[in-house]
Every structure is written in C-alpha cells, then in structure tokens.
C-alpha cells in the first residue's frame, strides 16, 4: 500500500534522496548489528577469479566477494583512495586492509551509518565521513582510485555525482563501480558514463553472478533476519535484502533489472 502511494515520487531527485538518507539513516540506529557489515547483494566469484580465504561469515561473505573483486580491477597499493556510499563499512575494512591503500576514507550520506562505521572498523589508514556524493568534500585532483558498491541508483543526480567523481580523481585515477539499474533504465546510465568525461575500461553485465550469489547465502540471510529484525518488519525486511523469491530476486532472473560492473578512469 505505501510502496503504490509512493512509487509515482520515485522518479523525482528529491524524492530519492530523501528516501536514501530516511532509509540508511533509519537502518544503521535501528539494526546497528555489531557484525552486519555490507548491504550490498553480494557477488558470486568466475571459476578463473582467485577467492582469497577471509574470516568472514557465510552471511558476509559474497557482499564482499563484490568489493574483492572490484577493486582488483586497479592497483590500490600506496595510493589514496575514496569510497563514495561506504555504509557499514566493511567493504572498506577489507580494501583497506587487504590492498594497503595510504589512505581509504569511506564517505556516506547517512551519519548513523558513518558513527557505526566509525565505531566498528579500526585501522590505521581507514576513516570514515559524512557527505554527499553530488558535493564532495574533497579537493580537487586529490584521490587515485575512487570505489562505488550498489550505491548511485539512489542518488538524486548521477550526472553530478560523476562530475564529482571526475573533479575529485587525479589524472591517470581510477572509477570503480558497480550497480544494478531496471532495463529500460540502463539507456539513461550508459548515456551518463559515455558523457562523465571518464574513458570506459570495462563494462561487465555481472546480473548471473549476483543471482548466484544471493542464492548461495540466502539460508543464512533468512536466519539473520529472523534473529536481527522486530517480526512485524521481517517481511518488508527480507523484500529490501532481496532473499529468494523477492521482486529483486526475480526481477534479476527475468531480465526486468540487471547488475553491472564498471571500470573507468581519468585522463
Ligand atoms: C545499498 S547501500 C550499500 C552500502 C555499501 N556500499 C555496501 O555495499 O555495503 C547504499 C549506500 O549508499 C549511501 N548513499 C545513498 N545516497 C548517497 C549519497 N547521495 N551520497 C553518499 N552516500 C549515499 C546510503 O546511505 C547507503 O549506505
């Protein structure tokens, strides 16, 4: 019934980005799980992509699979990296870990999201702040390789987040991304990546592996929801976290939304 009343918004920036701050804002005070630290759908590894072995758990571990192996796709060693929709922080616990960047400073437009981040994830080249995608807080030509998980679909305008992207990164820097966009939308996202002023590197429809890998975890997804969420909000709950069977799932499956990877970089 809400979800019909509001969908005729759903078009309008300002509507979007009320309803990313509303809704990460409200996720991160209400269910500040110590150990739910993604909220992305999670990537499923190809036979010839190498899966370190990670202490994660089952939950956790394709949401990170995702960041692993995105960020493979440029050499984060040494250099100074921005993640733009960083959430609970654990994809940038891991890169920040596990490629040794100078410095990753994950930026999140939910502030309760960024305190949790904060207070969970402690390494010494690793801090989180709050900000926008459309404005940046950064200067000019100060970042190597900038990371995106899932994020841009809920931005009011992705044509400025680029230009943010493009302002912000270095030349020779990198733009890492992934997202998911309905079909008939995908036009629109490939006309703004053609036009960011970015030179496309990669575009991979990684749709099949996102399926597989919401498939793989989705035992342990059901459980935790039923351990972690108020009964009266499971239902609602296991539709955003996209467990077999939701409309996210089988919007995936049917060719009604897909999942891309992208790699860009700056001149
Ligand atoms: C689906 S979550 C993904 C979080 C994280 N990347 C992950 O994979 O676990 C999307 C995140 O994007 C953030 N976000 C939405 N709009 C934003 C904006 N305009 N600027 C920065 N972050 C934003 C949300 O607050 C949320 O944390």
Redesign the pocket.
Known sequence: MIKTLLSPFKRFAWF??LN??I???WL?KHIPANDW????YGYFPTADEPVPVFQTQPLQHY?LQ??HHLASKADLANKVVL?????????ALHLAGYFKPKQYTG????QH?VDLANKLHHLPNLKFIQ????NIPLADNSVDVVV?????H???SVKK?LSEVKRVLKPGGYFLMVDFRYAQDMPELNQLLAESGLTMKLEENITSRVVMAIEAEDEAKQKSIRDLVPPKWQKLFAEFAGVVGSKFYRNLQDGTRFYYRYVMTKN
């Open positions: 979007k980005r990313a701050k809704t990460y804002e991160a630290h993604f909220m992305n949401p995702m960041y993640e733009v929709g960083s959430g609970r922080g654990g994809g930026m999140d437009l939910a999201a900000g926008s995608a459309e995106n998980v899932e994020s841009c809920a931005y009011g987040f």
